[in-house]
């Protein structure tokens, strides 16, 4: 607690958040308490991360606040520290349709320069290197990840940033999150990890991904190659039967379809799946239920424990919250949490992007290295720059 009162006390909080889905947004001002504890260990309601959210909520609750929300972001190493606050007042509005010249960047001060860590060769090698890993050990799939450091004369225009994304990729889940250093965490998800409503859950992740093409038919033939695609699929089933495990004891009825839909954004194709749940115990929440099921093959690999030291070991950089979860839960248990993709931190004149893409054993070095270059392409787009 003393931690927490600490960084409550130092944050600059000059912006509020923003989490967007479905039509609707959930827009907060002020901080009530912040939240820092690491979301690892169990998962009961009365222990850790849980218990403090607890806490926070009752000490809201005695404040005035009706129906406390938590909002934030968990880490993709839930031993990190987690960034999460309740804030001081909060509002649900109609989600603000995309301002048509808000597709076009404006305001984007001039790029300096650029690096990516690791660069194409060292990314590249790291591939072979899980390649060859996994003829050696239980690891089947290791997702791994670019991180590309963009330099500006000035400082980004994060409002213009989520103006731009909302425009062009309206379906996802649009998020920005302050951070205790003064960045901020920004991006649009297209992957939904968990969402609860009473004893209602929805999962739909995503695995299996093809570059967009500008034109309509070789965009189509690309759909068609990655649904035909064995090592694509592979990789999905490894996501889906994962999260079916982990869903199904807990659920009175549980749909899982046999087979992937395709899912699109403005840049990417994807496999995807559609899980939907009804939970033995309503009384869990959203935040429970997030924090069981991270880090899924989709981020991470198979069998998480083997792929999370692989990654460990190949990755030059922490990935801190790139590929944790984003979103929000409220007093009652209801609440959404995405995957931390299709993101970037802005800090003063800085700001970092991120891309991963799953490894298996068919998988090619040059393909996934143009695969992550693509996925850079939602945030370097909003910036007004190519991929």
């Not at 692989?310 to 839960?329: Q, S």
Request: glycine share 8%; net charge negative.
């Amino acid at each position: 607690m003393l931690e927490n009162l600490a960084l409550k006390q130092n944050f600059n909080f000059k912006f509020g958040a923003l989490f967007a889905s479905n039509g609707r947004e959930l827009l907060s001002s002020g901080i009530h308490e912040w939240i820092s504890v690491p979301a690892r260990g169990r998962q009961d309601r009365g222990q850790g991360l849980h218990a403090a959210v607890e806490a926070a909520f009752e000490r809201a609750r005695r404040a005035g606040q009706a129906n406390p929300i938590l909002i934030g972001a968990i880490p993709f190493d839930v031993r990190e520290p987690s960034c999460l606050y309740v804030p001081a007042a909060y509002e649900w509005r109609e989600q603000a349709a995309p301002a048509e010249a808000a597709s076009e960047p404006s305001g984007v001060p001039d790029l300096l320069d650029q690096r990516s860590l690791p660069d194409e060769d060292g990314f590249k090698k790291a591939v072979e290197h899980a390649i060859v890993n996994f003829r050696h050990s239980d690891v089947r799939k290791a997702v791994l990840s670019v991180v590309r450091e963009l330099r500006f004369a000035g400082s980004m225009d994060v409002g213009r940033l989520l103006a731009s994304l909302r425009a062009q990729n309206s379906q996802g889940y649009l998020f920005r999150v302050p951070l205790p250093d003064e960045g901020e965490l920004v991006g649009v998800s297209p992957e939904l990890l968990i969402r609860k409503e009473g004893g209602r859950i929805v999962s739909n992740p995503l695995a299996g991904s093809a570059k967009r093409q500008r034109d309509p038919l070789a965009d189509r033939v690309a759909a068609e190659q990655l649904e035909r695609s064995q090592k694509d699929q592979y990789e999905h089933r490894l996501v889906i039967e994962n999260i079916r495990s982990i869903l199904a004891p807990l659920c009175a009825e549980l749909d899982v379809p046999d087979a992937p839909s395709l899912m699109s954004t403005a840049a990417m194709w994807h496999l995807s799946t559609r899980i939907e749940g009804v939970l033995n115990d309503p009384a869990m929440t959203a935040l429970q239920l997030a924090c069981i099921i991270h880090p899924t093959p989709a981020v991470c690999g198979f069998p998480t424990e083997s792929a999370h030291k692989l990654i460990r070991y190949v990755e030059p950089f922490e990935r801190g919250l790139f590929t944790g979860l984003v979103g929000w839960c409220d007093g009652q248990g209801n609440g959404e949490w995405a995957i931390t993709i299709r993101c970037g931190i802005a800090r003063r004149d800085t700001l970092q992007l991120f891309a991963g893409a799953g490894i298996v054993e068919a998988s090619n070095p040059a393909s996934e290295w143009e695969e992550v270059q693509a996925k850079l392409g939602t945030m370097l787009s909003a910036c007004g720059l190519a991929a």
